[in-house]
């Protein structure tokens, strides 16, 4: 495969469970980011990783937890979410954890809280 | 602030007819990045163009052009010969060494 690929495309949980959405690049690059991107508002930036280390997180709830094991794999763990943590939920990564670098993102994945 | 604006918030357009794409941004920094993603209703964002605040050369890519005025702080999108595959909401976006802002996005619709 190629890029940037997301699991699974789809998911509704309900607001007890415990899941997790998945990220791979095979781009060979060394920063990673989820970004949110609910209906009729900005992409928000949620967390970066740089080099497997966190480098951003924009005050996002504790109830989503990411995890990068290395710098091809990114993982968001979410439990107890709301109804309003409904949105699709957009992977992304760049060569370097830099701002100006491009960002090349996975085809998202479509995050429904029951 | 530095912000990035698109205040078109939907357009329609007949398939063929040209349409463009307005972005402006506002920034104090004079090195900064400019970048437009187009996302299809697949939900993916494909990277389209990236440029730079020292490169103000018009760039067109087959059906696409962009137009970086600095000036007017704008760095404006236009397809030529539009589409139906051009269906897609186009976001501009803005960059700097520590920030990194999307705008709102533009909805373009082709009519066929």
């Known amino acids: 495969e190629t890029g940037v690929t997301q699991t699974p495309r789809h998911l509704v949980m309900g607001m007890t469970n415990k899941k997790s959405l998945k990220c791979e690049q095979h781009l060979g690059h060394n920063a990673m980011y989820w970004y949110k991107q609910s209906a009729k508002k900005p992409l928000e930036l949620m967390f970066v990783?740089?080099?497997?280390?966190?480098?951003e997180n924009n005050s996002v709830p504790s109830r989503f937890s990411p995890e990068c094991p290395n710098s091809s794999h990114l993982f968001l763990h979410l439990h107890t979410l709301q109804p309003e943590d409904s949105a699709l939920y957009l992977c992304?990564?760049?060569?370097?954890?830099?701002?100006?670098?491009?960002?090349?993102f996975g085809p998202g994945t479509r995050l429904t809280v029951l | 602030a530095q912000k990035v604006t698109q205040a078109q918030t939907e357009i329609s357009v007949v398939e063929k007819e040209d349409v463009t794409l307005d972005c402006v941004y506002e920034?104090?920094?004079?090195?900064?990045?400019l970048f437009w993603y187009k996302q299809p209703p697949s939900g993916e964002l494909v990277f389209l163009i990236r440029?730079?605040?020292?490169?103000?050369q018009n760039e067109i890519s087959g059906r696409y052009s962009w137009n970086f005025q600095k000036s007017t702080s704008s760095f404006n999108f236009t397809i030529t010969a539009s589409q139906v595959v051009d269906s897609a909401v186009y976001f501009c976006?803005?960059?700097?060494?520590?920030?990194?802002?999307f705008g709102t996005g533009t909805s373009l619709t082709v009519i066929p």
């Open positions: 920034t104090r920094d004079t090195t900064y990045y």
């Open positions: 440029r730079n605040s020292f490169d103000e």
């Open positions: 992304a990564s760049s060569r370097r954890g830099f701002y100006t670098d491009t960002q090349y």
């Open positions: 990783y740089n080099f497997k280390e966190q480098t």
């Open positions: 976006a803005f960059s700097t060494g520590n920030q990194f802002y």
